[in-house]
T-cell receptor, first 115, second 112 residues
Framework: NAGVTQTPKFQVLKTGQSMTLQCAQD?????MYWYRQDPGMGLRLIYY???????DKGEVPNGYNVSRLNKREFSLRLESAAPSQTSVYFC??????????????FGPGTRLTVL | RKEVEQDPGPFNVPEGATVAFNCTYS??????FFWYRQDCRKEPKLLMS???SGNEDGRFTAQLNRASQYISLLIRDSKLSDSATYLC?????????????FGKGTRLSVIA
């Protein structure tokens, strides 16, 4: 099992460019997440998808869109990149059971720089 | 008060030392608690879940105090390989639209 995979690993964009970060998991998990991690800020949730066909905003959704393409894949799109979106982006997945959150498995991250 | 607070450190300890990290959370409705470990430039990985009765995994012991709303992680006989950032994670299902809240992490450096 590959677990959670993310592409690309590194990306440099110019302000105003768009791009899509890809995430896939092979653990048959229902829930998937996108986080960003900035120095001194910790991990912050951008969007999540509790199940195929549903998505919800997290703590910092502005400037991002997501698509839960199928159970395996959850993509994050930056329509018009801004320098404030320079960050490390992590995708995660988990299998939720009623009333409890189980372990989240993280991908290796995408390091994005917006100039 | 922030939802999950941790001392950022760094904690610099010699090999073999015992070190303890504390974490406080603000929402008394929180239900699930975890410690994650994150190595430099890597993704976070689950270290251990924290149960009400406390739990131990080898050199690591986690405790939960619901009355005072804090969680602790104790590492005994520290190894160089324990050097990492330790993230306190709390689930508050009714906390707005954020299913899990991560603390900013406590950095540990174990020195030979």
């Amino acid at each position: 099992n590959a677990g959670v995979t993310q592409t690309p690993k590194f990306q440099v964009l110019k302000t105003g460019q768009s791009m899509t970060l890809q995430c896939a998991q092979d653990m048959n998990h229902n829930s998937m997440y996108w986080y960003r991690q900035d120095p001194g800020m910790g991990l912050r949730l951008i969007y999540y998808s509790a199940s195929e066909g549903t998505t919800d905003k997290g703590e910092v959704p502005n400037g991002y869109n997501v698509s839960r393409l199928n159970k395996r894949e959850f993509s994050l799109r930056l329509e018009s990149a801004a320098p404030s979106q320079t960050s490390v982006y992590f995708c995660a997945s988990s299998e939720e059971t009623t009333g409890h959150y189980n372990e989240q498995f993280f991908g290796p991250g995408t390091r994005l720089t917006v100039l | 008060r922030k939802e999950v607070e941790q001392d950022p450190g760094p904690f610099n300890v010699p090999e073999g030392a015992t070190v303890a990290f504390n974490c406080t959370y603000s929402n008394s409705a929180s239900q699930s608690f975890f410690w994650y470990r994150q190595d430099c430039r890597k993704e976070p990985k689950l270290l251990m879940s924290v149960y009400s009765s406390g739990n131990e995994d080898g050199r690591f012991t986690a405790q939960l105090n619901r009355a005072s709303q804090y969680i602790s992680l104790l590492i005994r006989d520290s190894k160089l390989s324990d050097s990492a950032t330790y993230l306190c994670v709390v689930n508050t299902r009714n906390s707005g639209n954020t299913p899990l809240v991560f603390g900013k992490g406590t950095r540990l450096s174990v020195i030979a």
